[in-house]
């Protein structure tokens, strides 16, 4: 019997709880000088290893394409190294599905692998249509049972959502833009000498924001001997339910603004969920789902920026991965103060496609319904078009940068791509076809030259 091994650094996250673990580390903080400790993956390498003393098989599973992506024939090959004295007999087979399971080719052969040899086995699979496709490659010989997951894409530019954006979907965020306005902010800075440096300021940021509702988080500025120096801006946003803290780095040109949103870290007073609930609180109400108010935090977070006189206020990146991807998209499509766009692995992207497609957050979005008397799962639907990424997409007029992950398990590169081809104007994606939630230094690193780059920082 097949057995499904993935190494766990790399497998299918299978829970909400392992969002804690990774959505610091995909706040992006690429542009920032080495001194600061970030957690980046590196592209694993192709291989499933299983290892017994100096005799072993393992395996390289290629997509034969740097990003994973085809016109038309896909192209895979499957590598296996022998390094028992004995021969290894069984099969290879896999089994290519849609992004929601559909099986769409199939193909199992015998193998007999020579003692202390390698061998490698060439697929094409012709005629796909547009689309994201899973691979399970699964090996099973006299002394090794395993499966390897890739995925690949055909035309993703052609990829389009069949929903559209609802016709009031700007008048309604105009509405809580226009609530948001009406709220004095009665900002607070309050520096915090033992966290400072010897080259930064910290201070921790303090604001009213949509429903009187207090919201914090830290601010980190260079010392600098000009008095009359004005910086420009990384405004970090949150990854689902993760305590964001101040970012201190060496650059001497940017400050550094990581903000907690209602209901996140430090601003939990009025909303303190458990962690699981706290993406279908109030969902059964498009005017009081609790997005509604995190959204209008980021923009809360742009006035305080545009209040500080040290700011460059035509020189902002927003940027954030997972909920915080989805954050600085909404608020890049909906604040055009914002300079620059930079999301990785966005959650809530074309969210109708998602069903179907991955188990959270719809799973507990259906948990929360089902104890809802009178509420259907179809009408938290309808709510949600006012809150999928896709939808905000189509109003960014900032450079954008977007990266995914071919493996995400919550992000899948279809439900990525509607958003990615959504957007006008300048934008560029990042594909990572070996990785899951999660980008890799490559992309940490583009974004750093591409920031410095836009507001002439050298």
Not at 129 to 151: P, Q
Not at 261 to 268: H, I, L, V
Not at 403 to 426: I, Q
Request: net charge neutral.
């Amino acid at each position: 019997m097949n057995q499904l091994r993935l190494k766990p650094k790399y497998n299918m996250l299978k829970n909400t709880n392992k969002l804690l673990i990774i959505a610091f580390a995909l706040l992006t903080i690429g542009a920032v000088r080495p001194a600061i400790a970030q957690e980046t993956e590196k592209e694993p390498a192709e291989t499933n290893d299983k290892s017994g003393g100096d005799d072993e098989v393992s395996t390289v599973l290629t997509i034969n394409n740097k990003d994973g992506e085809f016109s038309s024939t896909a192209s895979f090959s499957f590598e296996i190294k022998n390094t028992y004295n004995t021969n290894q007999e069984g099969t290879i087979s896999y089994n290519i599905t849609t992004d929601k399971g559909q099986v769409v080719k199939t193909l199992s052969k015998p193998v007999n692998l020579a003692k202390k040899s390698t061998s490698k086995y060439d697929f094409d699979v012709p005629n796909l249509k547009t689309g994201f496709y899973k691979v399970n490659m699964m090996i099973n010989v006299s002394d090794y049972d395993d499966t390897t997951r890739r995925a690949f894409g055909i035309r993703p530019d052609e990829i389009k959502s069949q929903y559209a954006k609802p016709a009031d979907f700007d008048q309604f965020w105009q509405t809580a833009k226009d609530e948001l306005a009406k709220v004095k902010p009665n900002y607070k800075i309050t520096e915090i000498p033992s966290m400072n440096t010897e080259n930064r300021k910290v201070y921790e940021i303090e604001m009213k924001s949509l429903d009187n509702l207090t919201i914090r988080g830290y601010m980190t500025v260079p010392i600098s001997k000009n008095k009359n120096k004005k910086f420009s801006v990384l405004l970090g946003l949150p990854g689902y339910q993760v305590k964001l803290y101040p970012i201190v780095g060496l650059d001497p040109d940017l400050v550094i603004i990581t903000l907690n949103t209602r209901g996140q870290g430090t601003s939990r007073d009025v909303i303190h969920t458990e962690r699981d609930a706290f993406i279908s609180y109030h969902i059964e109400d498009k005017n009081k789902y609790v997005m509604r108010g995190v959204i209008m935090d980021c923009v809360r977070a742009v006035d305080f920026i545009y209040a500080q006189p040290n700011l460059r206020h035509d020189q902002i990146l927003a940027t954030g991965g997972s909920m915080g991807g989805y954050l600085s998209i909404a608020l890049a499509g909906l604040d055009h103060r914002v300079t620059l766009c930079s999301a990785q692995n966005p959650i809530m992207s074309d969210i109708r496609n998602l069903v179907g497609a991955v188990e959270w957050p719809i799973n507990d979005i259906k948990k929360y319904t089902l104890s809802k008397p009178g509420v259907t799962f179809d009408q938290v639907l309808n709510n949600l078009d006012y809150y999928d990424t896709k939808n905000f997409a189509t109003t960014i007029k900032c450079p954008t940068i977007l990266g995914l992950g071919l493996l995400d398990p919550y992000v899948p590169p279809s439900n990525g791509y509607a958003v990615f081809n959504s957007m006008h104007g300048d934008k560029h994606v990042m594909v990572f076809k070996n990785l899951a939630h999660e980008v890799s230094q490559v992309y940490k690193d583009y974004e750093g030259r591409w920031m410095r780059d836009t507001f002439g920082l050298f």
